[in-house]
């Protein structure tokens, strides 16, 4: 998931944001994991807080983004 996200904004590579974006829906919906497996939702949110906090800062407001996956 850090992979696709640094390829994503390191390489401009649209590709690896949706691969990330899969990742992301994926990991997010899982419930039953959820449950069985608390610490790596404990260690997944730091990471997925510290790349929110890398995205451009238009990305959730410019026009073609802003009907997204996380809204």
């Not at 640094?6 to 449950?35: A, R």
């Not at 610490?39 to 073609?64: A, E, R, S, T």
């Amino acid at each position: 998931m850090q992979y696709a996200f640094t390829v994503f904004l390191l390489g401009e590579n649209y590709e690896s944001f949706e691969h990330w974006k899969d990742l992301f829906v994926l990991v997010t919906n899982c419930d039953e994991f959820l449950i069985i497996n608390k610490d790596f939702y404990m260690d997944l949110i730091p990471v997925i807080y510290g790349q929110l906090q890398q995205f451009p800062k238009d990305f959730f407001i410019d026009n073609i983004s802003s009907n997204n996956f996380m809204k």
